[in-house]
């Protein structure tokens, strides 16, 4: 074909890595702004209204606290996140796993799924002091089993969900190419699953450290941040206790923050994705 | 029996969705032989994809007998026999275009170097040039469904089910995928199936032209198109054409008056305006 009609609609040019990640300094603009108004009316009601400290210290002093205990606080917060992601990677593979059982052999997957939604009800969270005396009370394996449960159920059935919901006529397509059970899985239910899965791991890296902290709360390794909280609490360390809060949040907050990055390169196909460049 | 295997034969084939009870095919009977350009028209809802689905193995029938290319529509489907365009496009989100049509290209084995030539082809018979790297849903309708043409056809598959492909078309890409499309025909000397809704279409491209009625789903009558090879521009200004559309109309409307069916009234007119 030697005419080339001009094309009606031009090519959207494609995003960069960095683009696809990353968002332009307006984006992020408004929420840095709301993140320092929110520092400064901390900081100043606080200070101005003559806040009990036991109620909430000025966030000055909470950062001074943190600065001059800096390697103690930082050393809590590794210990208690190394124990929050042991169980997130437990949890999420052994839910990725089984929720692949489940699609491959749906029987199997109907049989179990209504034990699996109850279980999920189960405030998972009240088993902390049972799992201590299984692992012992200083031993991570205790809390990060706790963890590791937590994020099971959400990854499970979220995995399951995005598995299992396949348009029909994808794998109609698929059988048209005389594809395998395995191979339909390969090619169409697992990149379908993906962004259920992402959704879920977010949420499950929320779970991981609740898990292991609340863990802490019912006893361990003096080296854990959890256990720092509550004896600072105890002792009316007030700036300390808060200290020892930032740092959690903060890891929180970093943990959730890479998993969301790798969603976007993950699935940088997804509309979700892409759409948020334009 | 030793006469030429016919590509497709079906013998009182029904079909019965379990779920409501709907007949959508009942008592089909048709042999398509190699070669053929077969188009199925009728009222929307008269079983046109359930037909191809079955013959292409991706609904059973619950009676009679589907053969392939002189074996089992299993065994065609697992011989990869028939390229398929459905109704909807059907694109994979997490694959660019270029990777949409390459796909039945990978899942046969072929090497990255012939791949890649393959697809170029491909995007350049349906136009897409420029778009190999976006995803389908940053296409509009028409040019998914044009994907999805390009993914049918890159394999060179000796038999085609087409539901509709070129529904979402404007009528210039349309008439110009028309005559594409038998040139591949003519070329590549293979066997057609294709469901439309205009008559002019179906008579246009066919070697013959099978009506069906609604309710249940059946073959009402079956329309010779002996227009001469190759058809072309002149093809649409012959006098038999029109005597042909006016006939394979005709069958239409009396499917139609003797289902009295709601909905098929009212695309048998549709149908007819598209002329
Ligand atoms: N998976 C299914 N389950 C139950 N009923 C179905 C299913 N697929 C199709 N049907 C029914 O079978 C009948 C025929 O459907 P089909 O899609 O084959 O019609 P069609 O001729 O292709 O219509 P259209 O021209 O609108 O595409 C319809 O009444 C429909 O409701
Ligand atoms: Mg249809």
Redesign the interface.
């Known amino acids: 074909m030697s005419t080339t009609a001009p094309l009606p609609v031009q090519p959207i040019p494609r995003g960069t890595l960095g683009r696809r990640v990353g968002r332009s300094l307006g984006d992020w603009a408004p929420a840095a702004l709301v993140f320092l108004l929110g520092i400064a009316a901390w900081e100043g009601l606080v200070r101005g209204l003559a806040v009990e400290r036991f109620l909430l210290p000025p966030l000055s002093d909470i950062l001074r606290t943190l600065w001059a205990d800096r390697s103690f606080f930082i050393d809590a917060g590794l210990f208690t996140f190394k124990e929050a992601l042991g169980g997130f990677v437990i949890g999420s593979a052994a839910g990725m796993l089984v929720a692949l059982v489940l699609a491959r052999w749906r029987p199997l997957g109907r049989a179990l799924m209504p034990y699996a939604i109850a279980a999920n009800a189960i405030p998972i969270i009240a088993f902390a002091p049972i799992t201590n005396n299984w692992f012992g009370l200083l031993n991570p394996a205790s809390k990060m089993a706790i963890a590791a449960v937590l994020c099971f159920f959400p990854v499970m059935v979220n995995t399951l969900r995005g598995l299992t919901s396949v348009p029909p006529s994808s794998i109609e397509l698929m059988r048209s190419y005389a594809a395998g059970e395995w191979e339909i899985f390969r090619r169409v239910r697992i990149p379908n699953a993906l962004p259920y899965v992402f959704t879920a791991l977010k949420v499950a890296t929320v779970l991981a450290m609740i898990g292991a902290i609340v863990g802490d709360y019912f006893g361990g390794s003096q080296e854990a941040l959890g256990i720092q909280i509550r004896r600072f609490a105890g002792i009316f360390a007030f700036e300390e206790a808060w200290a020892a809060i930032l740092v959690a949040s903060v890891l929180g907050i970093g943990f959730y923050a890479a998993v969301a990055i790798a969603e976007r390169l993950a699935l940088s196909w997804h509309p979700s994705v892409r759409g948020s460049q334009e | 029996m030793s006469r030429r295997v016919s590509v497709v034969s079906l013998r009182g084939l029904s079909k019965e969705f379990s779920r409501g009870g709907v007949v959508a095919l009942q008592n089909i009977d048709l042999e398509i032989a190699p070669g053929e350009f077969v188009s199925l028209i009728g009222p929307s809802g008269c079983g046109k994809s359930t037909l191809l689905?079955v013959i292409?193995?991706?609904v059973e029938p619950t009676g009679g007998e589907v053969v392939v290319n002189g074996k089992s529509a299993r065994q065609a489907?697992?011989?990869?026999d028939?390229?398929?365009v459905?109704q909807?496009a059907?694109l994979?989100?997490?694959?660019?275009v270029a990777k949409n049509i390459a796909?039945?290209l990978e899942?046969?084995g072929w090497n990255r170097g012939r791949r890649r030539a393959r697809v170029g082809e491909m995007i350049?018979?349906v136009?897409l040039?420029?778009?190999e790297?976006?995803?389908p849903?940053?296409l509009?309708g028409g040019m998914q469904q044009r994907v999805s043409i390009a993914r049918a056809l890159s394999f060179d598959p000796s038999l085609l089910l087409m539901d509709e492909p070129f529904g979402a078309l404007d009528e210039m890409t349309r008439e110009r995928l028309n005559m594409e499309l038998l040139r591949i025909w003519e070329r590549a000397r293979s066997t057609i199936v294709f469901v439309t809704h205009s008559i002019s279409e179906a008579v246009f491209l066919s070697t013959r032209v099978v009506v069906m009625s609604a309710r249940p789903g059946q073959i009402t009558g079956v329309v010779e198109v002996d227009l001469p090879q190759p058809r072309n521009a002149e093809t649409r200004g012959e006098p038999r054409f029109f005597e042909l559309v006016t006939e394979v109309r005709e069958r239409l409307r009396a499917g139609g008056l003797d289902t009295a069916g709601e909905g098929g009234e009212e695309e048998l007119i549709a149908a007819e305006e598209g002329l």
């Open positions: 689905r292409g193995d991706l489907r697992l011989d990869r028939y390229g398929i459905f909807d059907v994979y989100d997490w694959r660019t796909l039945p899942m046969g350049e018979l136009e040039g420029g778009f790297g976006h995803h849903w940053q509009s």
